[in-house]
């Protein structure tokens, strides 16, 4: 995939320039510096070399049959007919460096969507517009305006920022860090962040994938190929842009509850996308990942020669659920015979101050033969004694016999740069803080286990879809957008949702008659499609546990919507079992831009409107998906039960956002959705949804 | 204060060495390298010279008057006998470098408090023993064994972890920042954090404090220090040991959320100490306060040429809760004119990719000047264009002519140095990542607003101490350390709380005679010495209405006791009134080892026992302390009232936990406390104190 884009055998440069400083120029320039060994063909009318390099007048006059790249840096105006040109010369592959698109404004978007109209008309994939070129290392091709070209090495990375690769190449040539590729992707109207994750899937060269993100073209698209990307190598992601999606109007708690970095963050989880917080997190995490193979379990053992960076190290691992107590009796007792009687012998095993290159190496041997250790952190500290350089070496020579990673913490910055150095040299990656290279293993842990996690398997539910479809037309007829009450219970029910039983009765002989069918206590509410908000004229009352109360509360319901909403449409009353509502959750569903259906769970009232205790996934959901979505609220232990409470039936919330799921995929026409409340009872017997809201679309 | 440590005229090394590597050898080597000109005495009975020095036998034979200044590094057990040579000679200050103390185990900690006592006896000040030494760059003093000294400059850093110290040294001798002191506090037998922060805040060439600590030795001292010493210089502390309290045994609630950690987060919060969370943010924040000033309100401009930097700097303000929508309308009109159309002249301001110096120059020029700006970031990204040194030139420059304070963000590694080199020498900080950046100007902002805080007064409260003091009295006499129901209420009535009425009925008619006389409903206990957990005997029945049920429940209670506990000693049963307990709150108090008396808030139940939403503050409280620790809980809203209610009375809240914080510094016998539930009534109708439980010490 995109072979002809990372590995041309002939590049043409549509807008090279003669003048330095410019874009056309240093472009021609980057592709001879970097090594390039295809054919380059400068196109520019007015000129006849560039930098030594015969010059095209026009595209089609390339005396070569075929060309393989075509780079585009003339003004926005011309692109498409130089698109035009390139197909006239079989060229399918170009990047689009010129600007003046989709980001400078509404006549620069109307110019992007014709350009990609042109180029799907014409077979051409695009990268670009407005982007800074793309890097193949092992080509040795830096087809990019970027003069800095990272050594070679196997970390990917696509960019949405330009500024920002350049940025992190620049890291990448300071520290020495190797790098296959370097995309940009620029405003990604054609190539976007999915197709080039599959090409780095499939490129040899590249064994992490990183990338720099402010939004997602296709959020499902997104979903689909990340989930099977990042099952062959890891994906770790900076998202920006997270805090500022404000709040929008909503007509649901669920809606009111989504900022934009909701559905993101469930996307990575979801996907097995690593996010990176920071770049700096993106930075720790790539290193890890390219340079040490994956720990086979939990288990990291930390080498220190000082007490103070080795608490440091064990308050990280706390934080990040990782348990230091296991090293074997037969561990600590060889360790114990090795050091100084001062030493400590668990975990983090602090070698002490005067540890020269041997006692490390002894220390790791022993430790790195343990079986239940699985990874290695060691730390180091300059002090008078330390041999810094030799127990670098050390470390390295001991990392080329072992299966189990091994990082480093090289505490300080002058003393210690030529260790870390050397660590470099072998692959051992160097976090100046423990803190970031406990957290890099963790992730590199729980990386892991997600790449083992059989398949989830997405299943369709059976429902009575054609019912709801009938009530959303009906509702449309009557000219409403919402969607409450009874009607929203028959949806719940032609989704196989237990809804309470309920019957609407005309008059009040009719209603007490419905309530000793029922049995007390009852609810009782108006039913009338033009009153939307029930409590607010009367139209609701609760707890009623005799005939009396019933009849009188008919009467009072009718004469105070009667008075508040004269003109309503009054249909009679709705007789409804009272649940006991101990326990109640709330299920909901809102429409990300970018990704579609947003499921949510949380506990019902306080927990959700003051504490925001909620979970959220995107739709289609699995059962195992449900399921964390319910352990992962901070009030869960409620649901398990508390002061000697049985736990709720787990698995009919499983099953009710497996519903909801469902629904929220079948009917796009349904924007939002609040089940509130479903009320639950104790394992095996289910739960009711008492209530429901669904806003839908006008069409 | 430590003038003789610090700036001594002359210098005695005890167990000065001629063998290269060793400690004493090392010390000697260090202070002539460092450059100081005070004199020095090595002693040694068997050497003449060390490195040019002349060498004495004793301490007794150095020939000069006054010896200000002591450093020994002889085996543990000789510095006892070396100390009273000290005092012979008249030196009252001494480092103990030596180890083989506290830290060593059972027998090393004895011999440390031997030598406390011995240094007491002589008035001598001893900094260690266990420690590194100290550095002082202003007297060109190195009295450590560290090799590395860093250049001067204003940062003095205490630690408690000698090797921490080192790599802290490293970095700064190998980013060039300059510290003013480095002191090793070792086992702080004698010197402490609290003496050290007091002596740094007198030196005048100490602008900021840093310090890394594992505990502390004096609590209340170090609250009482570090408040006074945090008004004049900002202090910035590493606490390592964070996590990993673990449980303790506890009988209160507020004992079982109290991990080690709470009561320094308490700490730190009550004295205006900036805690950072890793070695990372220490560094951070200390350079931004030793660099710039502090600015005069939260607005931060951000100017960057790159958009994506820019979004993660605006994604960190938000987190930081940074507004960045303040530049005036005069302001953006300036840039508008100024900055190329696809420029954005709101904040942060994007002066885009081919911003050359002046570009920074102008637009750093107009941003300074608006008056609503009270500090700036600069971000840099290394494009084609960019003017790097150049760029750091004109951002020094500006600095020199503003009180604003300016942070840079130079990203990258490679192209970027020699701009960073050049910041620095304008002291302006740069940080590889904006978010840094913006956590260290955030920081740098809640500490100008501690600054400027009026003094915080701390009142004593009036209570009936000798009704309390008769309780605990008479509750050990007859066994017991724990204090429930009936005497704990008229603990708390004797500290002005209000409790329910509530009396103890012999039989079941005068149960009757009081339930009718409290009003109903009221709840009934048994009353009993022997009784602990009166629900598990039967002894407890709440919402009784009637006179009818109050006979029944009598005659229960009684039985049920009797039959579960025949052995125990029955005084009847108390009759009290039942309250509404729709909103109710906890307060707590339990003793932490190292700062005393913890006071606890939070909500009742669930918030506390599944959410653990709590707050603490170290006893004694003031009022504003107690107010922050009630909007600190997560589950603040609903005290304010949600869904229409009103709000309880906070005042209340407030005035009960004073009346706890005084009650806890009062008995220091007193080791837990729960007052739980605290009922709350609407706004000025204060709160009750249905029901307490406190734990006393045997003696």
Same mark, same amino acid.
């Given at each position: 995939m995109l072979e002809k884009f990372f590995s041309p055998r002939s590049v043409a440069i549509v807008g090279a320039s003669r003048e330095q400083g410019k874009v056309g120029h240093e472009i021609v320039k980057n592709l001879l510096l970097g090594g390039f060994e295809g054919q380059i063909f400068p196109i520019n009318p007015k000129a006849t070399t560039i930098l030594g390099k015969k010059v095209y007048a026009k595209i089609t006059d390339i005396p070569a049959e075929e060309v393989d790249l075509a780079i585009i840096v003339i003004p926005a105006q011309q692109v498409k007919d130089a698109l035009i040109q390139c197909a006239q010369k079989g060229i399918k592959s170009a990047i689009v460096i010129s600007a003046g698109f989709k980001e400078s404004g509404k006549e620069g978007a109307q110019r992007e969507r014709e350009l990609l109209q042109t180029a799907q008309e014409y077979g051409i994939r695009i990268l670009g517009p407005n982007c800074l070129g793309l890097i193949n290392t092992s080509a040795n091709l830096n087809a990019s305006f970027s003069t800095e070209m990272p050594p070679k090495g196997n970390i990917a990375f696509f960019s949405q920022s330009g500024a920002l690769g350049t940025a992190i190449l620049d890291w990448a040539v300071g520290q020495k860090i190797g790098f296959s590729k370097f995309i940009s992707l620029g405003n990604k109207a054609d190539l976007a962040e999915s197709s080039i994750m599959e090409a780095l899937c499939q490129d040899h060269d590249s064994r992490v994938i990183l990338g720099y993100l402010e939004g997602i073209e296709k959020g499902q698209e997104f979903l689909h190929k990340a989930r099977q990307v990042s099952k062959v190598k890891p994906i770790i992601i900076t998202k920006s842009g997270s805090t500022s999606a404000g709040t929008r109007a909503a007509s649901s708690h669920t809606g009111s509850l989504t900022g934009s970095d909701v559905a993101f963050e469930a996307a990575f989880k979801q996907t097995g996308v690593i996010r990176a917080r920071t770049i700096e997190e993106l930075f720790n995490y790539a290193l890890a990942f390219a340079y040490q193979p994956l720990p086979q379990g939990p288990n990291l053992a930390i080498i220190t020669n000082a007490g103070g960076p080795g608490i440091l190290a064990a308050d990280a691992a706390e934080k990040n659920n990782l348990? %230091? %107590?296991? %090293?074997s009796k037969e561990t600590t007792d060889k360790l114990a015979a090795l050091l100084p009687p001062a030493a400590s012998v668990y975990n983090p095993v602090d070698i002490l101050g005067d540890a020269k290159a041997d006692r490390y190496q002894k220390t790791l041997e022993v430790v790195l033969e343990d079986p239940k250790v699985h990874g290695v952190l060691v730390i180091l500290t300059p002090q008078a004694m330390t041999e810094i350089p030799q127990t670098a070496e050390v470390i390295g020579e001991m990392s080329m016999s072992t299966e189990k990673p091994i990082l480093a913490s090289f505490m300080g910055e002058y003393a210690v740069r030529e260790g870390i150095e050397r660590l470099a040299k072998y692959k051992i990656p160097n976090y100046s803080y423990p803190e970031h290279a406990i957290e890099s293993f963790h992730t590199m842990w729980k990386y892991r286990r997600w790449q083992e996690q059989p398949p989830l398997t997405y299943v369709s539910l059976d429902a009575d879809r054609e019912r709801v479809r009938q009530i959303i037309e009906q509702v449309r007829k009557e000219g409403h957008l919402e969607i409450g009450d009874l009607k929203a219970r028959e949806i719940l029910a032609a989704y196989r949702f237990e809804v309470p039983f309920s019957r609407v009765a005309e008059d009040s002989s009719m209603a007490v008659a419905l309530a000793e069918e029922i049995g007390y206590p009852v609810v009782m509410k108006i039913v009338s499609p033009d009153v939307l908000h029930k409590s607010d004229v009367g139209g609701v009352k609760v707890g009623l546990k005799t005939p009396e109360e019933v009849h009188a509360a008919f009467h009072e319901i009718m004469a105070k919507v009667r008075k508040f909403m004269p003109q309503a449409l009054i249909q009679g009353v709705s007789i409804q079992k009272m649940y006991d509502g101990k326990r109640e959750v709330i299920l909901g569903m809102a429409r990300d831009p970018q990704f579609g259906p947003l499921i949510m769970f949380g506990l019902g009232g306080i927990y959700v409107e003051v504490l925001k205790d909620v979970s959220f996934r995107i739709a289609p959901i699995c059962r195992e998906e449900a399921q964390a979505m319910i352990t992962e609220i901070k009030s869960y232990p409620m649901l398990k039960g508390v002061r000697g409470q049985k736990p709720v039936d787990m698995n009919a919330i499983v099953d009710a956002l497996l519903r909801l799921s469902q629904l929220a995929v079948d009917f796009p026409e349904i924007l939002e959705a609040d089940i509130n409340p479903l009320i639950m009872k104790e394992s095996g017997q289910g739960a009711v949804a008492v209530d429901a809201r669904f806003t839908i679309s006008p069409n």
């Open positions: 348990n %230091l %107590l296991f %090293l």
